[in-house]
């Protein structure tokens, strides 16, 4: 019995044994992990790197408008952020002895004595300061308003000594207004003299504009430090570093799926691109600009942009 018992056993291990031979083997796959990007391309064209200085608007051009008589104001013809023009009448005055006099005029005809002095602004310009107005007593030579000649509005740049290669005469920039307004200039000059706390020299910057602006105006002005024609710009968020900054790179697609590290040389920073020095990209050529933190040498990817 027990004999039957263990050939029994023996064929069910051989039955066992022949149904697994005659099934075929299925190995289960992972399936590969992608991570969502997009891709953007190289541009070849210009890029400049700027380099910002505070400057504060003036005019250099003041006309101090002065009595040139002892009297009373008449009337006053202008305020305060008027725009005249030369000839233009600024104050009447008259003297205390024309204000006397003129009571006898009514009880004798040939009695023309005034006493009155009309005030006409020297030159066109803006008016930045009024400091008499209707009813004042003025004394002579006394200042009655200052006249700023518009053609003479500048920005003064503050420029330190260390750095006035990039402010020579004659060169470009870029004023940025407190209200994001950006106006062209030129350096048209400089002057003689350096703060002696700051160690900064003052250059003067003429706008190109026609517009009307306040003086002790607080901007910054841009000139460019360095600047190349017609090379490699892409997306500053398209290169990525080691810690130390010493090494950078690109992911590059080689394919819809797989993407793979490209070592470069990186040139000119402006805003958010930057300058590839080494190697060349063709316009074909895809680059990842987001997704690409931490991706490994090679990776698989899915481009989630059309």
Wanted: charged share 15%; with cysteine.
């Amino acid at each position: 019995m027990s004999y039957t018992r263990t050939l029994l056993a023996i064929a069910l291990l051989l039955n066992l044994i022949g149904c697994n031979n005659s099934s075929p083997t299925k190995t289960e796959e992972t399936p590969g992990v992608s991570t969502p990007i997009t891709v953007t391309a190289i541009e070849n064209t210009s890029i400049s790197e700027m380099i910002s200085f505070n400057a504060v608007s003036q005019y250099q051009r003041k006309n101090m408008v002065k009595s040139t008589i002892n009297g009373y104001i008449e009337k006053s013809f202008v305020n305060q952020g008027d725009i005249v023009q030369a000839g233009k009448p600024l104050y009447a005055i008259k003297t205390k002895e024309g204000d006397v006099l003129s009571k006898f005029a009514p009880k004798d005809t040939s009695f023309n004595f005034t006493g009155k002095l009309t005030i006409v602004a020297p030159t066109s310009g803006i008016v930045i300061e009024a400091t008499k107005q209707t009813n004042d007593y003025v004394s002579d030579g006394e200042q009655l308003c200052v006249i700023a000649a518009q053609s003479s509005f500048v920005f003064l740049l503050n420029v330190p000594f260390e750095q006035n290669k990039y402010a020579s005469p004659g060169r470009s920039c870029t004023i940025l207004l407190p209200d994001s307004t950006i106006l062209k200039g030129t350096i048209s000059g400089k002057l003689s003299t350096v703060d002696p706390v700051s160690q900064t020299q003052s250059y003067i910057v003429k706008p190109l504009t026609s517009a009307i602006l306040p003086e002790n105006l607080s901007v910054l002005v841009l000139i460019s430090k360095n600047s190349k024609e017609n090379t490699q710009v892409i997306d500053k968020s398209c290169v990525l570093s080691d810690e130390t900054m010493d090494n950078f790179w690109v992911m590059k697609l080689i394919n819809d799926t797989t993407a793979v590290k490209v070592h470069i040389k990186t040139g000119i920073t402006a805003g958010n691109k930057i300058e590839i020095l080494s190697p060349t990209f063709t316009q074909r050529d895809r680059l990842i600009n987001s997704g690409n933190y931490g991706l490994s040498d090679t990776a698989f990817v899915n481009i989630i942009q059309p």
